[in-house]
T-cell receptor, first 114, second 114 residues
Framework: AQTVTQSQPEMSVQEAETVTLSCTYD???????LFWYKQPPSRQMILVIRQEAYKQQNATENRFSVNFQKAAKSFSLKISDSQLGDTAMYFCAFMKHGDDKIIFGKGTRLHILP | DTAVSQTPKYLVTQMGNDKSIKCEQNLGHDTMYWYKQDSKKFLKIMFSYNNKELIINETVPNRFSPKSPDKAHLNLHINSLELGDSAVYFC?????????????FGSGTRLTVV
């Protein structure tokens, strides 16, 4: 069974700093997808970024980028120039190719301090 | 227009009651899901329907019964509510071709059983 581990329950950084959230996963599959979701206090789940396992190039979306290390089964999220609106729970997630369900990690609560 | 809408957003009820949560998506997706987020923010899949057919049924008590009248709707009925059912329930949807792009989530229903 696949598992997703986020080792940082909570983090705080100053506004405008760069922060990296860690995620590791365990799978025997070779083809899969990885996601980072953001859940702000509004409770809405928002897709931040996705990565296809067969692509070596790290995904980027504006201030958000990932460091995907397939051999190490690591998928960290970097937020550059952090903003107050980035304050949220961040969930790392995994989906096997051809599967129907996304498996989530337990989340990292990120506080951006003014 | 809301892509995935859930009603109600908040639900407070007594133990032993029966309640339903409704979900509708206007994205034209063919797969819908129910996830449960517990008090520690852990998200776990409960059910998945594809074109009105149940395809995922995780280990969920029989008191929980999903119903999909058509591919745009997925409702969750809960019988004999217990204190441990208190959680946020998220509906989500995806397209079979393109589900690897992640789900679109509703804004969640906070269920409180007293």
């Amino acid at each position: 069974a696949q598992t997703v581990t986020q080792s940082q329950p909570e983090m705080s950084v100053q506004e405008a700093e760069t922060v990296t959230l860690s995620c590791t996963y365990d799978t025997s599959e070779s083809n899969y997808y990885l996601f980072w979701y953001k859940q702000p206090p509004s409770r809405q789940m928002i897709l931040v970024i996705r990565q296809e396992a067969y692509k070596q190039q790290n995904a980027t979306e504006n201030r958000f980028s990932v460091n995907f290390q397939k051999a190490a089964k690591s998928f960290s999220l970097k937020i550059s120039d952090s903003q107050l609106g980035d304050t949220a729970m961040y969930f790392c997630a995994f989906m096997k190719h051809g599967d129907d369900k996304i498996i989530f990690g337990k989340g990292t609560r990120l506080h951006i301090l003014p | 227009d809301t892509a995935v809408s859930q009603t109600p957003k908040y639900l407070v009820t007594q133990m032993g009651n029966d309640k339903s949560i409704k979900c509708e998506q206007n994205l034209g997706h063919d797969t819908m899901y129910w996830y449960k987020q517990d008090s520690k923010k852990f998200l776990k899949i409960m059910f998945s329907y594809n074109n009105k057919e149940l395809i995922i049924n995780e280990t969920v008590p029989n008191r929980f019964s999903p119903k999909s009248p058509d591919k745009a709707h997925l409702n969750l009925h809960i019988n004999s509510l217990e204190l441990g059912d208190s959680a946020v329930y998220f509906c989500a949807s995806s397209q079979t071709r393109g589900r690897d792009y992640g789900y679109t989530f509703g804004s969640g229903t906070r269920l409180t059983v007293v």
